[in-house]
């Protein structure tokens, strides 16, 4: 079974202007598509560290003296680098999708193709899953998650909805999640719907946006100046953050102007965003909601 397909894998790593001695680091290894790819552009004095709090993706390291895999959050980035030795890195490339893996094995229950238990952990060593997402929130939080990260007009009905089903009993798996929000679901948007649903509780699960969050302000401590980012995000939640936390430092708002009406921002985006070709998306369907952005650290 393939792990990963990359995304955008030359682009991706072309934006990090890879210099031979460099030192570089890839926070979302999974199938190690993008580091493999990192490490032949690399010489035998640069050196590459990789991310990835999955434990299956332990099973695609890479053996090379150059290579080192951490298997923890790319929130703790700052901590870990410094752990191993590391204070500055000359790129940064992150890949934020769920792995083809991930989708692909049942029992993890990212899927909407599969019955399986709500889990949804990225992290299989965290006790918090989608099931007590979907059980134990109360109506007021899970309408939050289901608005704010599933973007669904019907948020409210499907929130009182899951906490009227639950006093008959726990939903435990995606069908019954499904069977107990069928009358939002007409057949003509079924799957797009259920996607919605699916990638609402996620978030929330993983806390994939704080997680992206405390990422991103750190690369500005790591990244050495003219160090690049390279990043890639598949819905409008995580590209917003990293479009305007590329664009200015901040998430919300605009900076502050000096008094020459001069704003001190620490990265400065290079070129447009990119999006895959017709023929990557008919290769690899899941790459169609891909855009990659790049930055260099001034």
């Not at 305007?244 to 008094?259: A, H, I, S, W």
């Amino acid at each position: 079974m393939e792990y990963h397909n990359p995304v955008l894998l030359t682009e991706t790593v072309d934006g990090l202007a890879v210099a031979p001695d460099g030192v570089y680091v890839d926070v979302t290894f999974g199938g190690g598509g993008h580091s493999r790819e990192i490490l032949k552009r690399l010489g035998e004095k640069g050196k590459l560290i990789a991310f990835d709090q999955d434990k299956d993706a332990l099973e695609n390291a890479i053996d090379d003296s150059r290579f080192l895999l951490i298997n923890e959050n790319f929130r703790f980035l700052r901590r870990f680098l410094r752990f191993h030795g590391f204070t500055q890195v000359d790129g940064i490339l992150g890949d934020f999708g769920v792995s083809s893996h991930q989708f692909d094995i049942p029992e993890r229950g990212f899927s909407t193709r599969f019955d399986a238990d709500l889990d949804m952990r990225m992290n299989q060593d965290e006790s918090f899953s989608a099931f007590d997402v979907v059980n134990h929130y109360e109506e007021k939080r899970l309408r939050s998650v289901l608005f704010q990260y599933g973007e669904l007009r019907s948020a409210a009905g499907m929130a009182r909805v899951i906490v009227e089903a639950r006093k008959n009993g726990e939903i435990r798996s995606g069908e019954q999640l499904k069977n107990t929000l069928g009358r939002f679901l007409p057949k003509h948007k079924e799957n797009k719907i259920l996607a919605q649903i699916y990638q609402a509780i996620r978030i929330e699960v993983n806390q994939e946006l704080e997680a992206l969050k405390e990422f991103l302000i750190q690369t500005n401590e790591v990244l050495k100046p003219g160090g690049r980012l390279s990043l890639i995000s598949y819905h409008s939640l995580e590209d917003r953050l990293v479009k305007r936390f590329m664009r200015n430092g901040l998430f919300e708002g605009e900076p502050e102007k000096d008094v020459f009406g001069r704003v001190d921002v620490p990265f400065k985006p290079v070129g447009k965003f990119i999006v895959p070709s017709e023929e990557e998306i008919r290769n690899n369907n899941r790459a169609r909601s891909a855009k990659l952005r790049i930055a260099e650290k001034l």
